[in-house]
């Protein structure tokens, strides 16, 4: 079984949580970027749950993550043939920031609960990073083993 995630726009990573004193105990929480798109991220993945009739994977069964995430190409490279012939050649991948596991881990922590018992589940996960022509995204593809 396996199910395809799209989600329009720029991907955010995982945040390192923050942290406050609350009554003398320190409580841990996300940021305002990581919430929203692990939201966005949820309400995609529950559209596609319904449209591709996908069942909850309940504890103990073992699933495989992989998420492509495609970036907008800057207009200063849109500007240079010789990129953009690399590119279309398959030679250009985005090296920037994000990092690659922080965006694996907001996808998986964003579907936990939803479409699997607990991201430990996860047994096999990866992320890559493409350039993209068009509007960036973020495809997430998840399949039962």
């Known amino acids: 079984m396996i199910l395809k995630i799209i989600i329009p726009g720029d991907a955010k990573a995982q945040d ?3 942290g406050a004193n609350v009554n003398g105990h320190v409580v841990f ?3 305002k970027e990581s919430k929203e798109f692990k939201n966005i991220v949820a309400i995609y993945g529950k559209a596609a749950m319904i449209e591709q009739n996908w069942e909850y994977v309940g504890p103990n069964i073992p699933v495989k993550f992989h998420v492509n995430v495609y970036f907008e190409i800057t207009k200063s490279d849109r500007k240079s043939k010789k990129w ?3 590119f279309r050649q398959g030679k250009k991948r985005p090296t920037k920031k994000p990092d690659d596991d922080n965006l694996l881990k907001i996808c998986q922590d964003a579907l936990n609960k939803i479409l699997y018992h607990d991201d430990s589940q996860v047994v096999s996960g990866c992320c890559d990073k493409w350039y ?8 997430i593809i998840i399949e039962v083993l």
Do not use: I, N
């Not at 993209?132 to 495809?139: F, L, N, R």
């Open 16 to 18: 390192r949580p923050r």
């Open 132 to 139: 993209t022509e068009g509007a960036p995204y973020t495809e």
């Open 84 to 86: 953009m012939e690399e």
């Open 29 to 31: 929480y996300d940021t």
